[in-house]
């Protein structure tokens, strides 16, 4: 080991983002019994762009579980491309319902990001989604954010691009909470196409998101989720939704097609849900707070120490540069909890840095902090 890292916080069950299942979520919280109306990738399909390459989408099973302030959502199964001439991409919709209020019916204006192209769906009785999460893959994984008030109007951004296959950084958007997702798409197995009786056990490649609990207003008591695969037929046109929803709709249901006419409470069964956040403290907080300070005496003569204060759980860089911007030590690449972090770059672990003058960088999401030192041996 090249170095040591000493955290006084204990260690994390967070989990790599990267579209694999971890044996760190458990088993399903509910699985597909319905074929998929979207497709079945055929394996093998997309050759070397396989990574980010479907020809059909399917929601085989979800797992999730919430550590240290953070939602870990896997979505088992895969979301259809762009491909080419068809023009037809998927997108995988994540409705999470953590508040009181929402939007039981979706409204047409709320933040645009191809929401509004499904207003007039319709959730079960008494799921009123609060705030919407949207990806797709076309080479760069795309990922969009709104809030559902109940008045409409709410916010919304363009979360970033990211890569598929991992590790979740989303780059190029407004991302204030740092929610991370990426896509692996080379499912084969799961579902496959058509409309009767089928098993989405079993597969272990799909969609991985962390949110953290701060951008679903900190709920500390269970929640709702509906997440729903639906196409965009031809640039900028309509939605139409496939029969991949979570939790399922019965075998036997086919195309949902366009989202004005789906009403989930007319169709049997619960299209939603639930994780329990009650494990996680998350205060709500302001996601401009954030400190970051050398804990000791600068000039540093032994172990250099800093402390981390993060106003909510998010993924945390921490590293040295020298004068030039050459990187010397990674000293925290991972996602912390709300609160304090203490990070320690101990004297044994700077073989070959030279005394002198360095900067300690720390980035979280869009944000830098850097913090010169000066290091006496
Ligand atoms: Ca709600
Ligand atoms: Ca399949
Ligand atoms: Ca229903």
Same mark, same amino acid.
């Given at each position: ?88 991409? &998927? ?17 047409? &204006? ?13 959730? &079960? ?56 997702? $990426? ?8 579902? $496959? ?59 036997? $249901? ?124």
């Amino acid at each position: 080991m090249a170095f040591a890292i000493l955290l006084a916080a204990p260690a994390l069950a967070g989990v790599p983002i990267d579209g694999h299942l971890d044996s760190a979520y458990g088993p399903a919280l509910v699985t597909q019994t319905t074929q998929t109306s979207s497709n079945d990738n055929p394996c093998g399909f997309g050759g070397a762009n396989a990574l980010f390459e479907s020809a059909g989408s399917e929601l085989d099973a979800v797992h999730g579980f919430v550590s240290d302030g953070v939602l870990y959502l896997f979505l088992a199964g895969n979301v259809m491309s762009y491909l080419g001439e068809f023009q037809h991409q &998927d997108q995988l919709h994540v409705f999470i319902d953590s508040r009181p209020g929402g939007q039981n019916a979706l409204r047409g &204006d709320n933040a645009d990001n191809n929401l509004n192209t499904l207003a007039g769906l319709t959730f &079960d009785a008494g799921f009123t989604p609060d705030y919407w999460f949207n990806c797709t893959v076309a080479g760069p994984v795309s990922s969009y954010f709104a809030e559902l008030l109940d008045g409409g109007g709410g916010m919304g951004y363009f979360l970033g691009h990211g890569t598929a296959g991992g590790p979740g950084d989303l780059s190029g958007g407004t991302n204030p909470y740092g929610v991370m997702v $990426t896509i692996d798409d080379r499912n084969c197995g799961g579902v $496959t196409s058509g409309c009767q009786a089928a098993s989405g056990a079993g597969v272990t490649s799909g969609i991985e998101w962390a949110i953290p609990l701060a951008a679903i207003g900190s709920p500390n008591v269970a929640i709702r989720v509906c997440a729903i695969a639906g196409g965009l037929m031809g640039i900028g046109g309509n939605s139409d939704l496939s029969n991949q929803v979570q939790g399922p709709v019965p075998p036997g $249901t086919c195309a949902l097609g366009n989202p004005a006419t789906v009403n989930f409470e007319a169709i049997p069964g619960a299209q939603w849900f639930t994780i329990d956040t009650s494990t996680a403290s998350a205060p709500r907080v302001d996601p401009t707070q954030l400190a970051f300070a050398l804990a000791g005496p600068n000039p540093v003569e032994g172990d250099a120490r800093f402390v981390i204060e993060l106003p909510a759980a998010t993924r945390v860089r921490l590293w040295i540069e020298d004068l030039s911007g050459r990187r010397m030590a990674m000293l925290l690449d991972e996602v912390r909890p709300a609160g304090q972090s203490h990070v320690t770059w101990p004297v044994s672990a700077r073989d070959g840095v030279a005394p002198g003058a360095y900067f300690a960088s720390l980035r979280v999401g869009s944000r830098m902090i850097a913090r010169k030192l000066v290091l006496l041996r």
